[in-house]
């Protein structure tokens, strides 16, 4: 958990490639309906490999997210692994497939920096209340 002024941002496990078994997947799909019943919840900054298709994983938990009626803000990570008409086709099939519009979906690359500025942005409105 990271503390800013007047703000926590919760830092939850990676569950795609975490080597668990199904109790503790369960219990971690738990916790993460607990984190989202929270009245003062600002949204959630999902990360994504854009190179790697929705695992049942990814599903459960845009399950779990639409459950709890989150604003969700999906970092489409790793953005440089692909070419330009790759990485767009991507991105397009990533929105279509979590039912997101175009401002909650972002591209980056931590490598590069791109799309970090557009995150830094979006996450700001996540937390203004202004993200549509």
Avoid: N
């Avoid at 916790?31 to 600002?42: N, S, Y």
């Avoid at 990533?94 to 591209?107: A, F, H, I, T």
Wanted: charged content about 30%; glycine content about 12%.
């Amino acid at each position: 958990m990271f503390l800013l002024p007047g703000l926590y941002y919760l830092d939850l496990p990676g569950y795609g490639y975490a080597r668990a078994g199904k109790a503790q997947r369960a219990a971690f799909r738990g916790l993460v309906k607990h984190a989202l019943r929270r009245e003062r919840l600002r949204g959630v900054v999902w990360l994504l490999d854009i190179r790697h298709p929705l695992s049942a994983d990814d599903q459960a938990m845009q399950d779990v997210l639409a459950e709890g009626q989150a604003q969700v803000l999906a970092a489409l990570t790793k953005g440089d692994k692909l070419s330009p008409g790759k990485r767009s086709t991507r991105e397009r099939e990533l929105r279509e497939e979590l039912g997101l519009p175009e401002d909650q979906v972002v591209l980056t690359s931590a490598r590069t920096g791109d799309g970090i500025g557009e995150l830094r942005e979006a996450i700001e409105g996540l937390v203004r209340g202004t993200m549509e």
